[in-house]
T-cell receptor, first 111, second 115 residues
Framework: AQSVTQPDIHITVSEGASLELRCNYSYGATPYLFWYVQSPGQGLQLLLKYFSGDTLVQGIKGFEAEFKRSQSSFNLRKPSVHWSDAAEYFCAVGRWDKLIFGTGTRLQVFP | GAVVSQHPSRVICKSGTSVKIECRSLDFQATTMFWYRQFPKQSLMLMATSNEGSKATYEQGVEKDKFLINHASLTLSTLTVTSAHPEDSSFYIC???????????FGPGTRLLVL
C-alpha cells in the first residue's frame, strides 16, 4: 500500500536551533517528493521538490531535504530556525497529479 | 509567479443551500486544477482533478452530484457544494499546475461553515 508517514506530530525547538522533520514513505516506484508548509488558516506553500538527480535538494527559506532511497525517506532540514518558521509541514509523495500527503508535523518555535 | 487565489476565503451558509468556491491561477494558465478537502488537524484529501474543457475526475467516495466542479477556462475552476449540510463544513483548498512543471501550487483555501 502506498503511504506517507510523518512520525512527529509536534516538534518544539528554540529559535536558532537546527531542525529535522522526518518523512518516510511506501511507494511502488521512486516517487516525486515534495515538502509544503502551511501557516494557520492558509493554503500550502511549496518549499522544495525532488524528481531525480542530486539527492540533496535546496528549497526556499533556507530549507533543504535529502532523498535516501535505501531508507525510503525524504527528511527536511534547516540549520537555524527562525520564529517565522512556526507552521505545519507536510510531506507529499507520488505522481505529481496524485499526491499522497502525510499527516503533517506542527513546528513550534520558542524565542 | 505561480500564484493561486481562492474566493471567498470564508463562507457561512444555511443547511440546504449551495455554495460556489472559485479558484484562479493569477499569473499562469492552468490546464489542470485540483480540489482538496482538509479536516481540522488532518491532512489533505484529494477530491477531484479538473482539466480545462472536460469533465472532472472524482476520487473514490466523493459524490460528484454534490461537489460540482467546472473548469471553464485555463485560469478558473469552480467547486459548487450543492445542498450543503453541516457535515460538509471543512477547509477546501485548490491547486493548479503550470503546464509541464509537474508541481501543484496551492491556493489559500476556503473555510466553509454550514449551519
Amino acid at each position: 500500500a502506498q503511504s506517507v508517514t510523518q512520525p512527529d506530530i509536534h516538534i518544539t525547538v528554540s529559535e536558532g536551533a537546527s531542525l529535522e522533520l522526518r518523512c518516510n514513505y511506501s511507494y511502488g516506484a521512486t516517487p516525486y517528493l515534495f515538502w509544503y508548509v502551511q501557516s494557520p488558516g492558509q493554503g500550502l506553500q511549496l518549499l522544495l521538490k525532488y524528481f531525480s538527480g542530486d539527492t540533496l535538494v535546496q528549497g526556499i527559506k533556507g530549507f533543504e531535504a535529502e532523498f535516501k532511497r535505501s531508507q525510503s525517506s525524504f527528511n527536511l532540514r534547516k540549520p537555524s530556525v527562525h520564529w517565522s518558521d512556526a507552521a505545519e509541514y507536510f510531506c507529499a509523495v507520488g505522481r505529481w497529479d496524485k499526491l499522497i500527503f502525510g499527516t503533517g508535523t506542527r513546528l513550534q518555535v520558542f524565542p | 509567479g505561480a500564484v493561486v487565489s481562492q474566493h471567498p476565503s470564508r463562507v457561512i451558509c444555511k443547511s440546504g443551500t449551495s455554495v460556489k468556491i472559485e479558484c484562479r491561477s493569477l499569473d499562469f494558465q492552468a490546464t489542470t486544477m485540483f480540489w482538496y478537502r482538509q479536516f481540522p488537524k488532518q491532512s489533505l484529501m484529494l477530491m477531484a482533478t479538473s482539466n480545462e474543457g472536460s469533465k472532472a475526475t472524482y476520487e473514490q467516495g466523493v459524490e460528484k452530484d454534490k461537489f460540482l466542479i467546472n473548469h471553464a477556462s485555463l485560469t478558473l475552476s469552480t467547486l459548487t457544494v450543492t445542498s450543503a449540510h453541516p457535515e460538509d463544513s471543512s477547509f477546501y483548498i485548490c491547486s493548479a499546475e503550470i503546464a509541464g512543471e509537474e508541481t501543484q501550487y496551492f491556493g489559500p483555501g476556503t473555510r466553509l461553515l454550514v449551519l
